[in-house]
């Protein structure tokens, strides 16, 4: 993964976390991220509200980095040497997930219920809701906030958990990719298998950008900007 990745390897195991230790950070980060969500769907009574519950969930998570030192800039969100490549390399990533995602439609809509995409229905009729979806939703919580927890934060941990080699890194991204689709288990068992592939086809492009998560959001919040865009225009 370049001299870079090796060089973020090096620091991270200068300071080795017990499998133990690591997971406990896992399970502190996912129940975090759903008491965000309750405490807000319970407070407001909103499920628009409620989503903004995973970049609130940032927060502790950063306490957590730095108790031991460690920064999100150590695990992937850093200013990139070029954008114009970051740029491009999240484009490429998004295609690859969309390509991912149509072929899963075609081949689980006969084995499943088609989930309900009513509740996104109302983006139709109004454009200021439509803009929440694509400046908020998109690019806040999909992209900046779960890109930074379960690609940089739980798939660190999860490759920590596994010492840090190649394999660990494999391991890695076929578990976050798992919990990303459970998290998501409102969709259905649909949504959660094509939610879970897309995780890990993210988690494949952060290996291969040098672990930095810059074009996986990019990559993620163009994929949810589509999508809003093609139910807001009338295509889906």
């Not at 995409?117 to 690019?139: D, M, N, P, Q």
Request: glycine share 10%.
């Amino acid at each position: 993964m370049g001299k870079r990745m090796m060089k973020q390897d090096t620091t991270l195991a200068l300071s080795p976390m017990a499998w133990w230790a690591a997971l406990l950070h896992i399970v502190a980060a996912l129940l975090v991220i759903l008491l965000f969500l309750i405490a807000i769907k319970f407070i407001t009574g909103s499920f628009l509200l409620s989503v903004l519950g995973t970049p609130l969930a940032l927060l502790p998570i950063t306490l957590l980095l730095r108790r031991r030192g460690e920064s999100w800039a150590l695990l992937g969100f850093r200013k990139p040497q070029r954008w114009l490549k970051a740029i491009v390399q999240g484009v490429v990533i998004a295609v690859v997930v969309l390509v991912v995602l149509i072929g899963l439609q075609y081949t689980l809509e006969p084995l499943f219920k088609t989930r309900d995409k009513s509740s996104l229905g109302e983006v139709r009729g109004s454009f200021w809701l439509y803009l929440y979806w694509v400046g908020v939703v998109s690019w806040l919580v999909q992209g900046l906030g779960e890109e930074l927890i379960f690609r940089g934060f739980i798939m660190t941990r999860l490759a920590q958990m596994f010492r840090l080699n190649g394999t660990a890194w494999g391991a890695a991204v076929l578990v976050q990719g798992v919990l990303f689709g459970l998290m998501h288990s409102h969709l259905g068992v649909e949504g959660m298998i094509s939610t879970a592939a897309a995780g890990v086809v993210f988690g494949i492009g952060y290996l291969m950008t040098g672990r930095n998560l810059l074009p996986c959001v990019i990559a993620h919040s163009l994929c949810g900007t589509l999508l809003i865009s093609m139910i807001y225009f009338g295509n889906s």
